[in-house]
């Protein structure tokens, strides 16, 4: 149970995580704002440490990974709604010579 307020912001509407401002503990609801000040929910299914990623969506293997608008990566891995989203389960693709081309955001 968490007793604290939990905060994530969302700056584009684009966006597949959201970045917290907080610690949150699994199984923790995580108030998550975007730019035009709407709020949504967003239960943590496990630990994420201040100022990593949650997913605010399910996201499949190889489908790319928006922040700010941008296209930060891909998905190594299926993440679920929820989740924490770093290194372990994304990959970046830019400056990479063995990609022929970024996924294009939709």
Same mark, same amino acid.
């Given at each position: 149970?968490?007793?604290?307020?939990?905060?994530?912001?969302k700056v584009n509407d684009l966006d597949?995580?959201?970045?917290?401002?907080?610690?949150?503990?699994?199984?923790?609801?995580v108030e998550i704002l975007d730019k035009? !000040?709407?709020? *949504? #929910?967003?239960?943590? /299914?496990?630990?994420?440490?201040?100022? %990593?990623?949650?997913?605010?969506?399910?996201?499949?293997?190889?489908?790319?990974?928006?922040?700010?608008?941008?296209?930060? !990566?891909?998905? *190594? #891995?299926?993440?679920? /709604?929820?989740?924490?989203?770093?290194? %372990?389960n994304i990959e970046s693709v830019r400056?990479?010579?063995?990609?022929?081309?970024?996924?294009?955001?939709?």
């Amino acid at each position: 149970m968490c007793n604290t307020r939990l905060t994530g912001l969302k700056v584009n509407d684009l966006d597949n995580v959201a970045t917290l401002f907080c610690n949150a503990n699994s199984s923790c609801e995580v108030e998550i704002l975007d730019k035009q !000040g709407r709020k *949504t #929910s967003v239960m943590a /299914i496990e630990d994420i440490p201040y100022g %990593h990623k949650i997913a605010l969506r399910n996201v499949k293997r190889g489908e790319p990974i928006i922040k700010y608008g941008e296209q930060i !990566g891909i998905a *190594t #891995s299926d993440i679920r /709604i929820g989740q924490h989203v770093h290194v %372990h389960n994304i990959e970046s693709v830019r400056g990479r010579g063995d990609w022929t081309e970024e996924v294009k955001v939709r």
